[in-house]
Nanobody
Framework: QVQLVESGGGLVQAGDSLRLSCAFS????????LGWFRQAPGKEREFVAA??????????ADFVNEEGRFSISRDDAKSSVYLRMNSLIPEDTADYFC????????????????????WGQGTQVTVSS
């Protein structure tokens, strides 16, 4: 059974940076693609970023591509995936979740939460203005 444990959230001020971490255990990390999603209070969960098994393919939500403030990475030696968030704004306030999908992701499914097999409990990010 895969377990995902997120960390790195907290209360920050607008303009600050955070790096979220997600520790993966229970299966071969390099057999899984990983994604980050977030859910703001009163809103639906939304896709943020995803990275393929090999780390070669990376997918971002439109808002990330437009703003260029977030980046995803993975470290297979540490069985971890990261989300670096720069220039945080209050609208980034949300619970952030990592998710794992066995096998490939492609552009068509990278942002679909239902296509992921395992989820972490989330880490809360609060950005004050």
């Amino acid at each position: 059974q895969v377990q995902l444990v997120e960390s790195g959230g907290g209360l920050v001020q607008a303009g600050d940076s955070l790096r979220l971490s997600c520790a993966f255990s229970g299966r071969a990390f390099d057999s899984y693609s990983l994604g980050w999603f977030r859910q703001a209070p009163g809103k639906e969960r939304e896709f943020v970023a995803a990275i393929s098994m090999s780390g070669v393919s990376i997918y971002y939500a439109d808002f990330v591509n437009e703003e260029g403030r977030f980046s995803i990475s993975r470290d297979d030696a540490k069985s971890s995936v990261y989300l670096r968030m720069n220039s945080l704004i209050p609208e980034d306030t949300a619970d952030y979740f990592c998710a794992a999908r066995r096998g490939l992701i492609v552009n068509a499914n990278a942002g679909r939460g239902d296509d992921y097999d395992y989820w972490g409990q989330g880490t809360q990010v609060t950005v004050s203005s």
